[in-house]
Nanobody, 112 residues
Framework: EVQLVASGGGLVQPGGSLRLSCAASGFRFSLFGMSWVRQAPGKGLEWVSYIDSGGATTTYADSVKGRFTISRDNAENTLYLQMNSLKPDDTAVYYC?????RGQGTQVTVSS
């Protein structure tokens, strides 16, 4: 059974940083591309970033490009999202995903 558990969220002031982690289990993590997606209050799901299985290729939504960095540690079955220069519009529940499968999310709130 695929399990994806995100952590590292919290309350941060505008301009601050957070690093999200996602612990993956139940599948061969190193064989699959992974994504981060988010859902803001009252809005639909938004794709944020993707990384291929080896970590060599990454892509980002325009809204986070230059501020967020996705990475992975295949030895530890862990996906990361470094978020810098956070804005109130980044407030959302963040999920890691393997294709259409999303795990437990983590809340990020950007507010002064």
């Amino acid at each position: 059974e695929v399990q994806l558990v995100a952590s590292g969220g919290g309350l941060v002031q505008p301009g601050g940083s957070l690093r999200l982690s996602c612990a993956a289990s139940g599948f061969r993590f190193s064989l699959f591309g992974m994504s981060w997606v988010r859902q803001a209050p009252g809005k639909g799901l938004e794709w944020v970033s993707y990384i291929d299985s080896g970590g060599a290729t990454t892509t980002y939504a325009d809204s986070v490009k230059g501020r967020f960095t996705i990475s992975r540690d295949n030895a530890e079955n862990t996906l990361y999202l470094q978020m810098n220069s956070l804005k109130p519009d980044d407030t959302a529940v963040y999920y890691c995903s393997k294709g259409a499968v999303r795990g437990q999310g983590t809340q990020v709130t950007v507010s002064s």
